[in-house]
């Protein structure tokens, strides 16, 4: 027997623990104690499985254990006996029902947080402690958010099931920005340097691949997921080997991931073809116009600039702005860019890369004192130290 | 599964109401009049509540009742009714709040059984 490795481990853990909820809600009718089977059943597997190895059913292993735990709480409760028959009854293949779940655990009456931690934890199996890892909070604050999450689905009879035809739109939207949340959450905080704490980019590529299949009439989450994967095609690239940002310009192209390329640009032409545009969608559709540019000067800069009129029509905001103004000033020029930039001063003060964005067409524009203060005012707004070297760099050298 | 819709009144909005001449009034009411006859099926009871200028609060955690003018909470946004619902779930009682014709904020809480 050969002993599983983290990365087998988090992967078989995050493909079973959601079917265990989905398959436990109806059994015992309450979300909330179906999720405390699941998390006890979790927490067993990750005691067990290092040592012991994976067992051949993953699945079967879970679901004794979470069946064990589940009758001594029967037992113990009276108005639950008419469900051990059911739970006596040996796990059967049944429907994905992990939508009513990812809906329930994104449910628009939870706050954000609350939501995030929720999805990970039922759906995709992870700890209150690996939650806490992940977001760099004490496992006290996990926990409450999720005890405090679950005592509101309960109480205010926050229902389980997947949204009415006309509530879907708004309630999907609601579950990918949740998705999208979590990715910029792993994206963003991870640097070069290989750490051991959980990839959560992972698990946002993994929710987002669950919706695409589980809804796979809708054009949005396969939008997400091109998406997810048009970044991550390119991540090992962002970082040279002492950790420092490597911008778009220098990236060596021929090591990103070309295939993931060529497939998420399939994924995201079926997803068009259904001509219902949406913001996701289209964001990866100009991540694909970077991605699919064999060099940095062959990138279409007019195209990438009605996408992103396109996703203000859809989805207006500053940050949207600020990037649509970059691209104009690769189709016009930097006065046009600086003009439109500069109208966001009263919206994007407080946004590093609005002042980093200022600084590179000042710099351009023959202002390198105005591109220095500018890069000082971007260099006190933000705390990633891979983006303060990128400014300290700039600031002593240009 | 009963929930309680707090109706809830902003300044801005009493203003509006107030500005509005009388078949534009009428109308609003009207709106209002024919939500209720819509929901009349989950509306267990209803009341209107006078303005937030008529309420008196009496906080009885010291010694003496301390008795004042006004609301509980001094603010831009005052309870000016509620209406009791019920439905099978939240999401219904989302519904229900959703299509409310009147004032710009409604809090959804559920009550004891």
């Given at each position: 027997?050969t ?6 481990l988090?992967?078989v ?8 909820a989905?398959?436990l ?6 979300f ?6 699941v998390?006890?059943?979790?927490e ?5 499985w290092?040592v012991?190895g ?7 292993w879970?679901y ?18 008419d ?15 992990r ?5 329930t655990?994104?449910?628009?009456a ?17 700890t209150?402690?690996?939650?806490a ?5 004490p ?20 229902p389980?099931?997947i ?18 949340l979590?990715f910029n959450?792993g ?13 959560l ?7 987002a ?6 809804m796979?009439?809708e ?18 690239e ?9 911008q778009?310009?220098?990236q ?12 998420s ?11 219902r545009?949406g913001?996701?969608?289209?964001q990866a559709?100009?991540l694909?116009?970077?991605?699919e ?19 203000l029509?859809?989805a ?20 046009a ?12 003060d ?15 524009l023959?202002?390198?004192?105005g591109a220095?203060?500018a ?8 705390d990633?130290?891979?983006?303060r ?7 002593d050298?240009? | 599964?009963k929930?309680v ?5 902003t ?16 109308a ?7 939500w209720?006859?819509?929901h009349?099926?989950?509306?267990t009871?209803?009341t209107k ?19 004042s003018?006004?609301?509980?909470v001094?603010g831009?946004?005052?309870v ?8 099978a779930?939240?999401d219904?009682?989302?519904r229900v ?15 004891m059984?």
């Amino acid at each position: 027997m050969t002993l599983p490795t983290h990365a087998e481990l988090t992967r078989v853990v995050r493909d079973h623990a959601g079917r265990l909820a989905a398959s436990l809600v109806p059994l015992v009718g309450d979300f909330s104690a179906a999720e405390d089977l699941v998390q006890d059943a979790v927490e067993a597997a990750l005691t067990h499985w290092p040592v012991e190895g994976i067992p051949d059913r993953p699945d079967a292993w879970l679901y004794t254990v979470a069946r064990r735990r589940g009758l001594d709480q029967l037992r113990r409760q009276h108005r639950y006996r008419d469900k051990l028959a059911l739970l006596e009854s040996p796990a059967e293949p049944r429907a994905d029902d992990r939508l009513k779940l990812i809906f329930t655990c994104c449910h628009p009456a939870l706050p954000r947080a609350a939501q995030v931690a929720l999805t990970l934890r039922v759906v995709c199996g992870l700890t209150t402690a690996q939650l806490a890892k992940a977001f760099l909070v004490p496992e006290a604050t996990i926990g409450q958010r999720i005890t405090r999450a679950k005592r509101k689905i309960r109480a205010a009879r926050i229902p389980y099931r997947i949204p009415s035809p006309d509530e879907l739109g708004d309630r999907t939207a609601e579950v990918l920005a949740v998705v999208y949340l979590l990715f910029n959450e792993g994206y963003l905080s991870s640097d070069g340097a290989r750490t051991t704490s959980r990839d959560l980019t992972d698990d946002a590529e993994f929710l987002a691949a669950l919706l695409h299949r589980l809804m796979p009439t809708e054009p949005e989450p396969a939008g997400l997921l091109a998406l997810i994967r048009l970044h991550r095609a390119r991540a090992t690239e962002r970082f040279d080997d002492n950790d420092e940002i490597v911008q778009l310009q220098r990236q060596d192209r021929s090591r990103w991931d070309h295939d993931l390329i060529a497939e998420s640009g399939r994924l995201l032409a079926r997803a068009a073809a259904q001509r219902r545009p949406g913001p996701y969608q289209v964001q990866a559709a100009i991540l694909a116009c970077h991605a699919e540019a064999p060099r940095w000067e062959d990138t279409d800069w007019t195209q990438i600039l009605v996408l992103y009129d396109m996703l203000l029509y859809l989805a207006p905001s500053p940050v949207t702005r600020l990037h649509r103004a970059v691209a104009l000033g690769y189709v016009i020029g930097p006065v046009a860019a600086l003009a439109e930039v500069d109208a966001l001063a009263a919206d994007l003060d407080g946004y590093h890369l609005y002042h980093a964005t200022r600084a590179h067409l000042l710099r351009q524009l023959g202002d390198p004192a105005g591109a220095r203060a500018a890069d000082e005012r971007a260099l006190a707004r933000t705390d990633n130290p891979a983006e303060r070297s990128l400014l300290r760099h700039r600031i002593d050298w240009t | 599964m009963k929930y309680v819709l707090l109706f809830v009144e902003t300044e801005e909005f009493e203003a509006e109401l107030a500005a509005l001449e009388g078949p534009d009034r009428q109308a609003a009411y009207a709106k209002v009049q024919q939500w209720f006859d819509d929901h009349r099926e989950v509306i267990t009871h209803h009341t209107k509540l006078l303005a937030g200028d008529t309420a008196t609060t009496m906080r009885l955690d010291r010694d003496e009742p301390l008795v004042s003018d006004g609301p509980f909470v001094e603010g831009k946004e005052i309870v000016s009714g509620y209406a009791e619902i019920d439905v099978a779930d939240l999401d219904e009682a989302l519904r229900v709040a959703r299509s409310w014709p009147a004032c710009p904020v409604v809090e959804i809480r559920p009550a004891m059984d």
